[in-house]
């Protein structure tokens, strides 16, 4: 392990002591859990608390400690897993699960995995496509029997195939779901009255939008599809089928495709919070389940990628076969395989990240050896505290495709940064990109829109998040190669639209 980059332990100590005294920003009032309870501390946990890095690293930045990264963005839990040469190697907590009963985020505590329930969901479709219960590349309505997928005569004259409704290809739409039931609401949708965007569901209908095939276009519809096809050919519900299929034999015992969560889930989980405090009811439901829908703690996230790297290794008896899981890691449209994001810049990783309201997660997996990270907010800017701790446990086990790169901000004229100026969409995501004195800013629906550091004449990465774009020489369009999933978003304004940043 390269230990070259590490400062010295008295930094590492100190910023313990930092965690174990402090309370957070977010929770001034709660008593400093004790360090035991969050998990083991050993000297990968003690380099995390003390040597975060952002995104872009300049001429005189320093690491910065985990509980000063934790305040900044306002996140008050964050649960790690790490997988090093196949095993588990550590998962820990730290910071709070509950704010307002002062609980503290432990090992086993369960978070909403969000958007990661569809790489999840993936590997529960292919297993049953390996038994034989369901076809991956037919018409899905030859499984549907409880719902009908409406033909497109244009768009998807001969229907949408398993395949393409895993890797975002169907070409349907709800990119994603609101966030509007609380715990306790009744009636909940059912799977088909959100196909059909009939009350009580709040969403549009899913419903062809794109070519079949043709084109990658996120949604979250289509794995409510998948969900209503592998609990029709299984003929028990999506949650009990992947208890039997995936969670149980995986020995996930803090997770569960439930809404609201099941009553063992209760006993340790996390509490979704805005601006420091626990957000209404907690939680939000979704009952969404098989695209937004699991509850899991970032241990038991990670014996899924354990297992899928196992297979891709030609181990047997795993959830799926050597071939199947080989075949789930080919891309299928703009880098994306079937249910998981695949990273081709350096070493080849698959993983995925989520949103639920509340909550932030992020999960990504080397192909070809045994290591990997999931990382489990509960609030804030989760997303960016997620990136500084990946970037920082890649730096201390020596994974250079997932440490900071070495950066050096490069000059371009007014004239040049105006070249990319304009509005690029693409994988569900609206960006406006402007040219100011002071650089190129982004902006998809922030508040604030976000610098961007110039690499090349083409290349830019976003100043916090570490985002990396790559764009065509006449900046037609732009994809993401490094930070983000490996989207492709084109251009369909001008630098002389009127759209501009908010």
């Known amino acids: 392990m390269d230990r070259s980059r590490r400062h010295s332990s008295h930094v590492a100590v100190m910023a313990g002591l930092l965690l174990s005294a402090s309370c957070f920003a977010q929770a001034a009032d709660c008593p400093a859990?004790?360090?035991?309870?969050?998990?083991?501390?050993?000297?990968?946990?003690?380099?995390?608390?003390?040597?975060?890095?952002?995104?872009?690293?300049?001429?005189?930045?320093?690491?910065?400690?985990?509980?000063?990264?934790?305040?900044?963005?306002?996140?008050?839990?964050l649960s790690i897993a790490v997988i090093h040469n196949g095993k588990l190697d550590w998962a820990r907590g730290w910071g709070l699960r509950d704010t307002a009963a002062c609980l503290?985020?432990?090992?086993?505590?369960?978070?909403?995995?969000?958007?990661i329930s569809k790489a999840v969901t993936a590997v529960l479709a292919l297993r049953l496509v390996e038994q034989g219960r369901i076809a991956l590349d037919q018409d899905i309505n030859i499984a549907l029997r409880s719902w009908?997928?409406?033909?497109?005569?244009?768009?998807?004259?001969?229907?949408?195939?398993?395949?393409?409704?895993?890797?975002?290809?169907?070409?349907?739409?709800?990119?994603?779901?609101?966030?509007?039931?609380?715990?306790?609401?009744?009636?909940?949708?059912?799977?088909?009255?959100?196909?059909d965007g009939v009350p009580p569901s709040h969403n549009a209908p899913v419903r062809s939008v794109l070519p079949a095939g043709a084109q990658f276009e996120y949604s979250g519809g289509g794995y409510v599809v998948t969900q209503v096809a592998l609990a029709d050919v299984s003929g028990i519900s999506f949650a009990d089928l992947a208890q039997h299929e995936v969670l149980g034999p995986l020995g996930m015992t803090r997770s569960a495709f439930a809404m609201p969560p099941s009553k063992a889930i209760l006993t340790d989980m996390a509490f979704g919070h805005v601006n420091?405090?626990?957000i209404p009811g907690n939680y939000v439901v979704y009952p969404e389940l098989a695209p937004a829908g699991l509850w899991t703690s970032a241990s038991d996230l990670a014996r899924v990628l354990i297992d899928l790297q196992a297979s891709i290794a030609g181990k047997t008896g795993r959830r799926l076969s050597p071939g199947m899981a080989r075949d789930m890691m080919k891309p299928v449209k703009d880098n994306w395989g079937?249910?998981?994001?695949?990273?081709?810049?350096?070493?080849?990783?698959f993983g995925h990240d989520g949103l639920n309201q509340g909550f932030e997660s992020f999960m990504v997996a080397y192909e070809g050896k045994g290591d990997g990270i999931v990382a489990l907010t509960n609030g804030g800017d989760g997303r960016r505290l997620m990136a500084d701790v990946v970037r920082a446990i890649a730096t201390d086990y020596g994974w250079p495709d997932l440490a900071v790169p070495a950066s050096e901000e490069k000059k371009l004229s007014?004239?040049?940064?105006?070249?990319?100026a304009g509005r690029y969409v693409g994988g569900g995501l609206d960006v406006v990109l402007e040219a100011r004195p002071e650089g190129l800013f982004a902006n998809a629906g922030a508040?604030?829109?976000?610098?961007?550091?110039?690499?090349?004449?083409?290349?830019?990465?976003?100043?916090?998040?570490?985002?990396?774009?790559?764009?065509?020489?006449?900046?037609?369009?732009?994809?993401?190669?490094?930070?983000?999933?490996?989207?492709?978003?084109?251009r369909v304004e001008n630098p002389s639209s009127p759209a501009s940043t908010h």
Do not use: W
């Open 148 to 195: 009908q997928l409406p033909k497109d005569p244009k768009l998807a004259p001969n229907g949408v195939t398993l395949r393409e409704l895993l890797s975002h290809t169907a070409g349907l739409g709800v990119h994603g779901f609101g966030s509007d039931y609380l715990p306790g609401m009744t009636p909940l949708p059912t799977p088909v009255q959100i196909l």
């Open 33 to 77: 859990p004790a360090e035991a309870v969050g998990g083991p501390s050993n000297a990968h946990t003690r380099y995390v608390e003390a040597n975060l890095l952002p995104a872009v690293i300049k001429p005189g930045d320093k690491p910065i400690p985990l509980v000063e990264r934790m305040r900044q963005f306002d996140v008050p839990g």
């Open 414 to 420: 007014p004239e040049e940064l105006s070249k990319a």
């Open 338 to 349: 079937l249910g998981f994001a695949l990273y081709t810049n350096g070493a080849p990783r």
């Open 447 to 490: 508040p604030v829109a976000e610098r961007l550091i110039t690499l090349s004449p083409t290349r830019f990465r976003s100043e916090s998040m570490g985002i990396t774009v790559e764009f065509a020489p006449d900046f037609s369009s732009g994809t993401m190669i490094e930070g983000g999933p490996p989207m492709r978003l084109v």
């Open 276 to 278: 420091g405090k626990p």
């Open 104 to 115: 503290p985020v432990t090992p086993g505590t369960a978070f909403q995995a969000a958007s």
